[in-house]
């Protein structure tokens, strides 16, 4: 398996611009996490889908985030609009469940920097 | 909630020192515990994990880790480190319940040729 894949790898980006970072998360996997990582704050988690529903997405910072998982082989976070503050490293994670191996694992991330 | 505290934000060591992170976490119920390795510029790579059994788990590249859950704690050991042992290492743990990790928030290691 080919793992995580995000993309884009990197984003640079203007203040008040949109931006949607993708994820395919491994093949079989039921759960899929979102995590942006800064230096102040660390590893937040965001968002996780089970099955493509939405379960907890009370780490969303404002309503200027939106994640959508339409079908278990894709999923997007977008930032409308964007921020400065915005700028950092996410991750994309995804896991299986009741079986012999419940690890998260993790994509290459999406450094996102918004100017 | 579960919380993970790791100590000892910052690390500085030489080569072929022994190395040993600690890892807390507050949770009364079974968890699963894992630890992640990030090297500079890089993505969480998983290094250890422990779900049951043998609370001494081996890791890859010479990394073990003792849960002792008198102590709530799964410490992150290597007797030899290596300067590319140079990473940023993070404790994560989930309770049997749920599939919500909650991380520690790291301890920055750098390993001196």
């Known amino acids: 398996d080919a793992g995580v894949i995000q993309s884009p790898r990197h984003e640079v980006t203007e203040m008040g611009q949109e931006v949607t970072l993708r994820c395919k998360p491994i093949?079989?996997?039921?759960?899929l996490f979102w995590y942006r990582q800064t230096m102040m704050r660390g590893l937040e988690l965001l968002i996780y889908f089970n099955n493509n529903v939405p379960i907890d997405d009370s780490g969303m910072p404002e309503d200027r985030f939106s994640a959508k998982m339409p079908n278990a082989s894709f999923s997007t976070l977008k930032i409308q609009p964007s921020e400065p503050r915005d700028s950092a490293v996410y991750f994309c994670?995804?896991?299986?469940?009741?079986?012999?191996?419940?690890?998260?694992?993790f994509g290459p991330g999406t450094r996102l920097l918004v100017l | 909630a579960q919380s993970v505290s790791q100590h000892n934000h910052h690390v500085i060591l030489s080569e072929a020192a022994s190395l040993e992170l600690g890892c807390n976490y507050s949770y009364g119920g079974t968890v699963n515990l894992f630890w992640y390795v990030q090297y500079p510029g890089q993505h969480l790579q998983l290094l250890l994990k422990?779900?049951?059994?043998?609370?001494l788990v081996k890791g890859i590249k010479g990394f073990e880790a003792e849960f002792i859950k008198s102590k709530f704690s799964f410490n992150l050991r290597k007797p030899s480190v290596q300067w590319s042992d140079t990473a940023e290492y993070f404790c994560a743990v989930n309770a049997r319940r749920n599939n919500r990790l909650a991380f520690g928030k790291g301890n920055q290691v750098v390993v001196i040729p």
């Open positions: 994670a995804s896991s299986s469940w009741g079986g012999r191996d419940e690890t998260q694992y």
């Open positions: 422990y779900f049951s059994g043998d609370p």
């Open positions: 093949s079989g996997h039921d759960y």
